[in-house]
């Protein structure tokens, strides 16, 4: 009997919604597939890129799921207020502890509390850089929730209400969180099997062991008097090993001294 995900209706999952939803969608979400609940002000931007390409594909077969979840919904009062001034003045507005919490705790039914099964992650400037290997951690859980800030940010409390996360891409303010929280999803939705087709794609990528990636090349053989190396046309598969792998480290040696940094203490450990 054929399982095809994209007609294992009978295997559906059931999850708590403010809104109504369809019984049946284009992107149907199945019992243990990885789930994303992003909470934002701007549901409509999801799923946005990742709807795209090879992560849109692997949503619509029901390898993974995603909930967005509108936060104007748990606001207050008859405009759905969301946010207020910031305690102690100052520029700007602060997104309010009670909504937020409305917002969190409605995406955590039905999840494990266990942060290693499910991250609860907000996306803010000040959170610890977010690497390849918290990708690796994330796809690894059942799901996580993402928690897109705006404005000058969210009430304190609430990240240590919710034991939240805080995760950057770099030192740099966006707008809002949802361009950083599609940007850590691509990376980690990526690496659930099956989304790629091809797991020796990611065990050679850039960061996957803590180097940069090594130059790639592909037809023509040679393009404005420029060659590819002799070595990638060998056949001799130990010795292209070998080039690559001076490569990945003359380029992180180069650009990227930190990496390289920390390279050479692990291997010295």
């Known amino acids: 009997m054929s399982d095809s995900p994209t007609k294992s209706h009978a295997r559906l999952a059931i999850?708590?919604?403010?809104?109504?939803?369809?019984?049946?969608?284009?992107?149907p979400r199945l019992k243990g597939?990885?789930?994303?609940?992003?909470?934002?002000?701007?549901?409509?931007?999801?799923?946005g890129v990742l709807g795209a390409s090879l992560t849109g594909k692997a949503l619509q077969h029901g390898l993974w799921a995603l909930e967005?979840?509108?936060?104007?919904?748990f606001g207050t009062g008859k405009h759905r207020q969301v946010d207020d001034t910031p305690a102690g003045g100052g520029a700007g507005l602060v997104m309010r502890a009670d909504v937020l919490g409305r917002a969190l705790s409605m995406a955590a039914i039905g999840t494990p509390p266990d942060a290693a099964r499910w991250p609860r992650?907000?996306?803010?400037p000040r959170g610890k850089p977010f690497s390849q290997a918290d990708a690796a951690r994330f796809a690894?859980?059942?799901?996580?929730t993402l928690l897109c800030g705006r404005f000058e940010g969210v009430d304190e409390r609430v990240i240590e209400d919710c034991a939240l996360e805080e995760i950057s891409l770099g030192d740099f303010v966006l707008t809002g969180g949802e361009i950083a929280a599609q940007a850590v999803l691509d990376a980690t939705v990526r690496l659930i099997p099956g989304v790629l087709g091809n797991a020796a794609s990611t065990q050679e990528e850039s960061f996957s062991d803590g180097l940069l990636e090594h130059p790639q090349y592909t037809?023509?053989?040679?393009?404005k008097g420029r060659t590819i190396p002799d070595v990638l046309l060998s056949g001799n598969h130990a010795e292209i090993a070998k080039w690559r792998r001076a490569q990945?480290?003359?380029?992180?040696?180069e650009r990227r001294p930190d990496l390289w940094a920390a390279h050479i203490a692990r291997k010295d450990v």
């Open 15 to 27: 999850s708590a919604s403010v809104t109504p939803r369809e019984l049946m969608s284009d992107t």
């Open 33 to 47: 597939a990885w789930c994303a609940k992003v909470v934002t002000l701007f549901p409509e931007l999801f799923p």
């Open 68 to 73: 967005a979840i509108d936060l104007r919904s």
């Open 121 to 124: 992650v907000y996306l803010s």
């Open 140 to 144: 690894r859980a059942d799901g996580m």
């Open 219 to 223: 037809q023509p053989r040679d393009w």
């Open 248 to 253: 990945a480290e003359r380029l992180t040696a």
